[in-house]
């Protein structure tokens, strides 16, 4: 089945980067469009930019424009979100997640918890 | 881009029905056809359970509902169980390749 396998915990000081992975399988990497989202505790999701595996063209919410960056590896079916510039702010967890029109975004990984803290 | 405006909290008994709204404006909900809620238990993975505002994934309940008015989507869940208690999410696309997300909907079953 469509699994989504992200990377481990991080925790960062304030102005680091992180980079996050999520490791698909059960479908061809290409097929669907990936998102990346975040939650931080008692906020809601936010949307944070998409990827096309196939081509990797990329649009970022314009919050995040110029501190992210999200690529992939195609040979190991494995996308990237790399976020710079890092505050306390950015402390939550991020998750990825396939995307179909327009059904939605049908399968989600079970996130990666980003610290950051001096 | 703000995000989409849903309540922080509902509750409801088991086998009662609760509503949940997402508002959003002109240029999301009220102008594309492509809300959808997703279904978070904490610590596990966010599901989709209704996309294009009304329509229901396969594998879904059909006590899971959606509906939209003008810039304002709603879900519906219909016979409240002990496991429908999770944190419900719902999302817009915004026009220019962006999406917005509400703020999120703790639901207490009691």
């Known amino acids: 089945q469509v699994q989504l396998v992200q990377s481990g915990a991080e925790v960062k000081k304030p102005g680091a980067s992180v980079k996050v992975s999520c490791k698909a399988s059960?479908?061809?990497?290409?097929?669907?469009?990936m998102m990346w989202a975040r939650q931080a505790t008692g906020q809601g999701l936010e949307w944070m930019g998409w990827?096309?595996?196939?081509?990797?063209?990329?649009g970022y919410a314009q919050r995040f424009q110029g501190r992210v960056t999200m690529t992939r590896s195609a040979p190991i079916s494995t996308a990237y979100m790399e976020l710079s510039g890092l505050t306390s702010e950015d402390t939550a967890v991020y998750y990825c997640a396939t995307y179909e029109y327009p059904y939605g975004m049908h399968v989600w990984g079970r996130g990666t918890t980003v610290t950051v803290s001096s | 881009q703000s995000a989409l405006t849903q309540p922080a909290s509902v509750s409801g008994s088991p086998g009662q029905s609760i509503t949940v709204s997402c508002t959003g404006t002109s240029s999301d909900v009220g102008k594309y056809n492509l809300v959808s809620w997703y279904q978070h238990h904490p610590g596990l993975a966010p599901r989709v359970i209704i996309y294009e505002g009304t329509k229901r994934p396969s594998g879904v309940s059909n006590r899971f509902s959606g509906s939209m008015s003008d810039n304002t989507a709603s879900l519906t869940i219909s016979g409240l169980q002990a496991e429908d208690e999770a944190d419900y999410h719902c999302?817009?696309?915004?026009?220019?390749?962006?999406?917005?997300f509400g703020g999120g909907t703790k639901l207490t079953v009691l």
């Open positions: 999302c817009s696309y915004a026009g220019n390749t962006s999406w917005v």
């Open positions: 059960g479908y061809s990497f290409n097929t669907y469009d």
């Open positions: 990827m096309n595996p196939g081509n990797g063209n990329t």
